[in-house]
C-alpha cells in the first residue's frame, strides 16, 4: 500500500515552459487535492476533486489546470511557467473527512 | 471568511521545557479543527482532531470557541517534537491551513 506517490520528485522548468505533476492514490479516496508551499506562507490550495470527473478551484488556481478521469490519479499541469510558480507541491488525498494523507511532493523551480 | 492565524513563524524552547502553539480561526458555522505537523524529510500528517480530546505524542489541543482559538500544548518538550506544525480548519469539501508554526526543540 503506496499511499499517495507523486512524480517528479524535483523539476527545474525554464520559463514558458508547460509540465504535469503527477499524482496517484491507492487508498480508493474520493477527494483529492492540490497544494503549494511557500516558505511562511503555509499550504495554499490550487484544485481539489470530490470524485472522478469533478473537480474544483481552490484558492491559487491562476496557471494550472487539473483533470480527474479516474479515482487513482489527479495531475496538475502547468501551462506556461512562470517564476512565481516555483514551490513545493503537495498531493493529497481523503476519503470524506478531514484526514487528509500527503504525498512527499515535488520542488518545482522556474528560471 | 474564514480563516486560520498562527501568529509565529518560529518557536524555540528546551527540552523539558512547556510548549504552546497558538491557533486562532475565524468561521461562521461550528468549526472543526486539526493540527498537523510535518517531521524533517517524512510527510505532512495529521496530529490530532479537536472532536476526538485525545493526546498524541503528549501534545493536546482543546477548542475555545470564546476566545476562537485551538492552541496546541505540551507539558514538556522533547528534541523529537522539533518539526513543522500546521493548523487547519474543515471549511466544507477542504481544509483552511495556517501558515505554520516551526518548532525547534533544543538539547
Known amino acids: 500500500n503506496a499511499g499517495v506517490t507523486q512524480t517528479p520528485k524535483f523539476r527545474i522548468l525554464k520559463i514558458g515552459q508547460s509540465m504535469t505533476l503527477q499524482c496517484t492514490q491507492d487508498?480508493?479516496?474520493?477527494?483529492m487535492y492540490w497544494y503549494r508551499q511557500d516558505p511562511g506562507m503555509g499550504l495554499k490550495l490550487i484544485y481539489y476533486?470530490?470524485?472522478?470527473?469533478?473537480?474544483d478551484k481552490g484558492e491559487v488556481p491562476n496557471g494550472y489546470n487539473v483533470s480527474r478521469s479516474t479515482t487513482e490519479d489527479f495531475p496538475l499541469r502547468l501551462e506556461l511557467a512562470a517564476p512565481s510558480q516555483t514551490s513545493v507541491y503537495f498531493c493529497a488525498s481523503s476519503s470524506p473527512s478531514y484526514e487528509q494523507y500527503f504525498g512527499p511532493g515535488t520542488r518545482l523551480t522556474v528560471t | 471568511a474564514q480563516r486560520v492565524t498562527q501568529p509565529e513563524k518560529l518557536l524555540s524552547v528546551f527540552k523539558g521545557a512547556p510548549v504552546e502553539l497558538k491557533c486562532n480561526y475565524s468561521y461562521s458555522g461550528s468549526p472543526e479543527l486539526f493540527w498537523y505537523v510535518q517531521y524533517s524529510r517524512q510527510r505532512l500528517q495529521l496530529l490530532l482532531r479537536h472532536i476526538s480530546r485525545e493526546s498524541i505524542k503528549g501534545f493536546t489541543a482543546d477548542l475555545n470557541k470564546g476566545e476562537t482559538s485551538f492552541h496546541l500544548k505540551k507539558p514538556f518538550a522533547q528534541e523529537e517534537d522539533s518539526a513543522m506544525y500546521y493548523c487547519a480548519l474543515g471549511d466544507g469539501d477542504k481544509l483552511i491551513f495556517g501558515t505554520g508554526t516551526r518548532l525547534q526543540v533544543f538539547p
Open positions: 487508498m480508493n479516496h474520493n477527494y
Open positions: 476533486s470530490v470524485g472522478a470527473g469533478i473537480t
